[in-house]
T-cell receptor
Framework: AQKVTQAQTEISVVEKEDVTLDCVYE???????LFWYKQPPSGELVFLIR??????QNEISGRYSWNFQKSTSSFNFTITASQVVDSAVYFC??????????????FGRGTQLTVWP | KAGVTQTPRYLIKTRGQQVTLSCSPI?????VSWYQQTPGQGLQFLFE???????NKGNFPGRFSGRQFSNSRSEMNVSTLELGDSALYLC???????????????FGAGSRLTVL
């Protein structure tokens, strides 16, 4: 079974603070993909990053960085120097590499991030 | 290029009615997936279509159905609406080339259904 846990329901920070959103996943598949999506108030899920299970390199994109650790089944997301525009719900998701899971993402419950000016 | 378009954006129905939601994928995308988002259950997978065929289905009752047309546009239908069907219904499309996970899902803004 596939499962994604985002233990942090809500996080509030003040602008310019760094914030880390946690994601822990469970899967028995050896090949899988991990994603982070952002959902602003408009409702549309915006893709941020994809990682496959064989690529444990951390990635940095501007103020965003991701730390993937298979040993702890975690795929954490850090925003450096947060801004008010970062306020949104952030979802971590998992897709297993098998035919029966085509097009199916397993989402965590999301973390509501609020950045105060 | 245009994103995933969902219509209508908002609708209100009463219990027992049925509803049809529409999704136009990004041009060239052949796979369309549907998700239901509620405060209680979060984001849950409904079904996925590719070349007019349903390839995968989530754990929803038969009242939830969908289809895909030859131009890749998709519709989902919910019959005999219940209060618990109130949700944001999100559609996503992808190229569906290669291995699962190799294609990023692009989501629409959703159709917010309220059942009274």
């Amino acid at each position: 079974a596939q499962k994604v846990t985002q233990a942090q329901t809500e996080i509030s920070v003040v602008e310019k603070e760094d914030v880390t959103l946690d994601c822990v996943y469970e899967t028995r598949d050896t090949t899988y993909y991990l994603f982070w999506y952002k959902q602003p108030p408009s409702g549309e899920l915006v893709f941020l990053i994809r990682r496959n299970s064989f690529d444990e390199q951390n990635e940095i994109s501007g103020r965003y960085s991701w730390n993937f650790q298979k040993s702890t089944s975690s795929f954490n997301f850090t925003i450096t120097a947060s801004q008010v525009v970062d306020s949104a719900v952030y979802f971590c998701a998992l897709e297993a590499d098998r035919g029966s899971t085509l097009g199916r993402l397993y989402f965590g419950r999301g973390t509501q991030l609020t950045v105060w000016p | 290029k245009a994103g995933v378009t969902q219509t209508p954006r908002y609708l209100i129905k009463t219990r027992g009615q049925q509803v049809t939601l529409s999704c136009s994928p990004i041009s060239g995308h052949r796979s369309v997936s549907w998700y239901q988002q509620t405060p209680g259950q979060g984001l849950q997978f409904l079904f996925e279509y590719f070349s007019e065929t349903q390839r995968n289905k989530g754990n929803f009752p038969g009242r939830f159905s969908g289809r895909q047309f030859s131009n890749s546009r998709s519709e989902m239908n919910v019959s005999t609406l219940e209060l618990g069907d109130s949700a944001l219904y999100l559609c996503a499309s992808s190229l569906a080339i290669g291995r699962p996970g190799a294609n990023v899902l692009t989501f629409g803004a959703g159709s917010r259904l309220t059942v009274l």
